[in-house]
């Protein structure tokens, strides 16, 4: 797993207190039929204009699902409660030619793998053509457009990439191009789905910084997807972490790092590898993530917490407004012991600059 030290440091970026959110999920419960539980329950979740809030956890546990959500990208047969706004708009009631509107112009979305974003024998200029399609530009405009997206996103020699097709480029040069075909409808909001995690090191650390680039010259609001605690102790400004389909923490970046206060947190924390400290024994989380065919009426957590009791299994769960800023969903929040060592992310390296940038 990246060490944090591998990534630029996240500059704060905090929107003014009246500042409205670009996105804000209030509440949202999602049931899917045939199964025991909500996919999502009372999620809630904001990222304001200009800021890169983190959103991590388990494989399963709700991430890329929340985020669709703000594309109305829901599964077959799901049923919503609760709301979901982006730039205002309420998202859950758009059909039909409004929906498509929302979605090639408000918020776009970058994925984790980029070769199921694209067609694999067309080429690169066509799939930002299909992107600029309702621009209202002629085609010279949509080509110069094109080869501008690509320059925005660093890919070298933009005139060669795109008559290319996407096994042509490595896989570096696929999530920038994926990124630029996000930007050519200047969302406000973009999405990154685990957009770093198929990269070596050295090819995250220039995506990242990419993304933070086009977050402070467009003002863009961010919501990073990760499994990865520690990345996004690293990049983001606010953390949400998700487990079992609910938002069990949720604080500034560098205090969930430095003080988490769920057990999920600090367990997750405790069974990260970190290149900064000397090797230690990793502590695994003991037991398996609940699946949609499990059912529990209290903490989702209960059953693989060192601190929980009887009146876990049956204490309905409640975010918890925490000192600093943020919440908790932990019947024994007030009580709980503090980490037995807060570890403190180390400063982190300068990212690769321009010149030396190998695509």
Not at 65 to 74: F, N, S
Not at 277 to 283: F, H, Q, S, T, Y
Request: proline letters at 13%; a neutral charge; aromatic letters at 2%.
């Amino acid at each position: 797993m990246p060490n944090p030290t591998t990534h630029p440091a996240a500059a704060p970026s905090v929107p003014p207190p009246d500042a409205a959110p670009l996105l804000d999920i209030d509440r949202l419960t999602l049931h899917l039929p045939g199964t025991a539980r909500p996919v999502l329950a009372e999620v809630s979740l904001r990222v304001g204009p200009g800021e890169i809030v983190g959103l991590v956890g388990e494989s399963g546990s709700g991430k890329s699902t929340t985020a669709k959500a703000a594309l109305r990208l829901l599964p077959e047969g799901a049923r919503a409660e609760g709301t979901v706004q982006v730039s205002g708009t309420d998202v859950l009631s758009l059909n039909g030619a409004a929906l498509r509107a929302h979605r090639a112009g408000a918020v776009a979305m970058v994925h984790q793998d980029p070769r199921s974003a694209l067609n694999p024998v067309r080429r690169i200029g066509d799939f930002l053509a299909e992107r600029l399609a309702r621009s209202g530009l002629d085609r010279p405009a949509v080509r110069a457009r094109a080869l501008e997206l690509l320059g925005t996103v660093g890919l070298p020699d933009p005139e060669r990439r795109i008559r290319q097709r996407p096994h042509e480029l490595s896989g570096g040069m696929l999530q920038r191009v994926v990124i630029a075909g996000a930007l050519a409808a200047a969302p406000r909001l973009l999405l990154a789905d685990e957009a770093t995690s198929a990269l070596d090191v050295t090819t995250q650390a220039e995506i990242l910084a990419l993304l933070r680039t086009l977050r402070d010259e467009h003002g863009m609001g961010l919501l990073f997807i990760t499994h990865d605690l520690q990345l996004a102790a690293a990049y983001c400004e606010r953390v949400y972490v998700m487990y079992a389909g609910r938002v069990v923490e949720e604080q500034p970046a560098d205090a969930l790092f430095s003080a988490p206060r769920h057990p999920y947190t600090r367990g997750l924390l405790a069974c990260s590898p970190d290149l900064a400290e000397a090797p230690r024994v990793l502590r695994p989380i003991p037991g398996r993530p609940p699946s949609l065919a499990d059912t529990f009426p209290g903490c989702p957590f209960h059953a693989r917490c060192a601190h929980a009791d009887d009146d876990c299994a049956t204490w309905t769960p409640a975010p918890a407004p925490l000192p600093g800023g943020g919440s908790a969903s932990c019947r024994k929040l007030p009580d709980a012991p503090a980490p037995t060592a807060s570890p403190t992310p180390p400063s982190p390296s300068p990212s690769p600059s321009p010149e030396k940038r190998q695509p």
